[in-house]
């Protein structure tokens, strides 16, 4: 229809007019720039909060399990196990091992053949070192050649760094040695190798 585009365009215009006359009459002096100014930075900021949700490392998550191997000075070795519990950066586990004497201690006594379990509580800051916290149960002989066995009882601790796999470092055990009814408090040091085996998410 002749005229029918005219029309339309003038329509639109007055629309377009109506519709800023009620922005300036409603608006405050400065509002319409304060509004594009509040769109803007809420826009920016937006960007932004993705941008630093995108750039944050993955949290580290340990392995579920642990298995090591132990060596250490003169005929020591020890197998372990550690589990990971759910508190931060922790795992529970136990230990069995044997030496043929630790001689690195403050006991009267000799302390050979040595065979004992640990139970620990173990600590995993990062993938370079790991601490040990537990308590110690063994059994020795003082003496070749002898059917008398002593034992010692005590607190257990194991620094070790490295990375991931292979680590070295020291155990340490504090405590009571009893043999036949004589005791005595004493400190025990051995250092150790380990292997570490991880599995599981």
Not at 43 to 51: H, I, M, N, Y
Not at 166 to 192: H, K, Q
């Amino acid at each position: 229809m002749p005229g029918s585009g005219s029309s339309r365009r003038k329509l639109s215009g007055c629309r377009a007019l109506q519709v800023g006359r009620f922005v300036r009459e409603h608006m405050p002096r400065g509002g319409l720039l304060a509004a594009g100014v509040a769109v803007a930075s809420a826009l920016l900021g937006s960007t932004d909060a993705v941008g630093q949700t995108e750039s944050l490392p993955t949290p580290r998550t340990l392995p579920a399990n642990q298995l090591g191997i132990d060596g250490g000075s003169v005929a020591a070795f020890g197998l372990s196990y550690a589990r990971r519990i759910e508190v931060g950066s922790l795992m529970i586990g136990g230990r069995i091992g044997y030496a043929f004497e630790e001689n690195a201690n403050t006991f009267d006594t000799n302390i050979w053949d040595v065979i004992g379990v640990d139970g620990f509580l173990r600590v995993v800051p990062n993938d370079a070192f790991h601490g040990d916290v537990g308590i110690s149960v063994l059994a020795f002989s003082p003496q070749d050649d002898t059917n008398i066995r002593g034992t010692f009882l005590g607190l257990y601790t194991a620094v070790m760094v490295g990375y991931r796999y292979v680590f070295v470092g020291s155990e340490f055990r504090l405590g009571v040695a009893g043999i036949e009814g004589n005791s005595e408090g004493g400190v025990m040091v051995s250092p150790r190798i380990r292997a570490v085996i991880p599995w599981g998410r």
